[in-house]
């Protein structure tokens, strides 16, 4: 099979399941957050899973022995659509900072509304950082993580985005940790690439980055380091192999 007609195959799987769990997710909005939660996740799971089916990329991980037993925010890479579907069951239950635009998609914004995300205008400049803050702590004293990409939007592989101070400022507000991720998704799933190349997505997940007595300049600064040099490791070649790091299993 051609990889054009793999990706039509994987495309076509995903967004039957879309509406199949969007739809019937609604009924879920009267359930407890973790419930709903669960549910409307297997989304992503299905997902992942029919991309090794049907285009042939799987995913490894390493450093799931970092993960703090409290609630943290997420500092990860952003180079695919991979990482927003494969870090929700990865990591604790988790809210995201997204675009508010997002929301308004039919059947899956509704469904992802239904997750408590931080939906933010990102034109609105300073409101928006100030409602990062805001949500955002709310969300970690219910116990739920913060997931943000500080870049913003998708950057190509070999490439960086001006890392943004929301995320690191509302952990050091909040006296909480941060996680960074890596992970090279761009070289398999590549930004609005329909066509996917096989092989197996790395993902690193780093040691928590304390925030106590630290500005969130330094918070930021200490992420975007770890990131960086562990996607150059990547770029290099060098994964990590089991037992070092765990094969994804569905």
Known sequence: MSAWLRGLAFMAGISLMAVVIGTSGLLTAVLPYRLRYRYLTNWGRFTLWWLRVTCGVNFRVQGMEHLPQEPAVVLAKHQSAWETIALPFLLPPQTWVLKRSLLWIPVFGWGLALLRPIAIDRSAGRRALAQIIERGRRRLEQGIWVVVFPEGTRVAPGTRGRYGIGGAMLAARSGVPVVPV?????????????????????????????????????VNAAAEAWIED???????????????AELAKF
């Open 230 to 244: 562990t996607m150059a490791v990547l770029a290099d070649g060098g994964g990590a192999s089991a037992p070092e």
């Open 182 to 218: 890596a992970h090279n998704a761009g070289e398999f799933w590549p930004r609005n690439g329909f066509r996917k190349r096989p092989g197996t997505i790395e993902l690193r997940i780093g040691p928590p980055i304390p925030t106590a007595g630290r500005s969130a300049q330094e």
